[in-house]
């Protein structure tokens, strides 16, 4: 699994090779936000109210699911940092190597959203994705209320395809959500009148 470098400061690599602890604690600075869309924050903020460990435990158990879903080609998840200083997760999941599809889904740190973390971030994995990995389709989901995903899923070049009942889980409620995708064909269209990409592989 590569590192795929956004520019000379921020770099896109595996999750599971980032530190616990600042995913852990992103998470649950987070979570008042995640919660409104997610169902994974609470059990970060468990582990802390149980451990006292700013959620390490609960990311050290989530990064060794990471590591045996990408050895059976099911997720690949990398995390954006900036001098080291963790930014947020982007991941492609429900990976399916027949149709040669996956599901993309992210999330960012609190502190850092809405400073165009996405945005460059997006175009790096997506182009890796359709390029190098070889990917025809990808797919995303967002919540019918959740305004800045669906902006962001849209300023990535996502088409909207319509409306997918019941299909996100928060909480204990499964809500309906917009079902987006995007080609490798699309995606050239739309990243090639955007000018040239600055990350590179590493």
């Given at each position: 699994m590569p590192c795929l470098a956004i520019d000379n400061d921020?770099?896109?690599?595996?999750?599971?090779?980032?530190?616990?602890?600042?995913?852990?604690?992103?998470?649950?600075?987070?979570?008042?936000?995640?919660?409104?869309?997610?169902?994974?924050?609470?059990?970060?903020?468990?582990?802390?109210?149980e451990h006292r460990d700013g959620g390490r435990r609960a990311a050290e158990e989530y990064f060794a699911m990471l590591r045996d879903q990408f050895a059976r080609k099911e997720k690949v998840s990398f995390v954006v940092e900036r001098r080291g200083v963790f930014l947020g997760v982007f991941s492609v999941h429900t990976i399916n190597e027949v149709t040669r599809s996956g599901e993309f889904s992210c999330w960012v740190d609190s502190r850092h959203a809405g400073r165009g973390v996405t945005s460059a971030a997006n175009r790096c994995w997506i182009d890796w994705a359709f390029e190098t990995v070889g990917f025809i389709r990808i797919s995303a989901f967002t919540a019918l209320d959740n305004i800045a995903s669906r902006k962001m899923t849209e300023r990535a070049g996502f088409r909207l395809?319509?409306?997918?009942?019941?299909?996100?889980?928060?909480?204990?409620?499964?809500?309906?959500?917009?079902?987006?995708e995007m080609t490798g064909d699309e995606w050239r269209v739309w990243r090639d009148s955007r000018g040239p990409l600055h990350g590179a592989s590493q």
């Open positions: 921020t770099l896109m690599r595996p999750a599971f090779e980032t530190d616990p602890g600042q995913f852990g604690e992103a998470i649950i600075r987070s979570a008042p936000e995640l919660n409104k869309f997610v169902s994974f924050a609470p059990r970060y903020v468990e582990s802390d109210r395809v319509g409306v997918s009942r019941k299909r996100l889980l928060v909480g204990s409620e499964f809500r309906d959500a917009h079902e987006w």
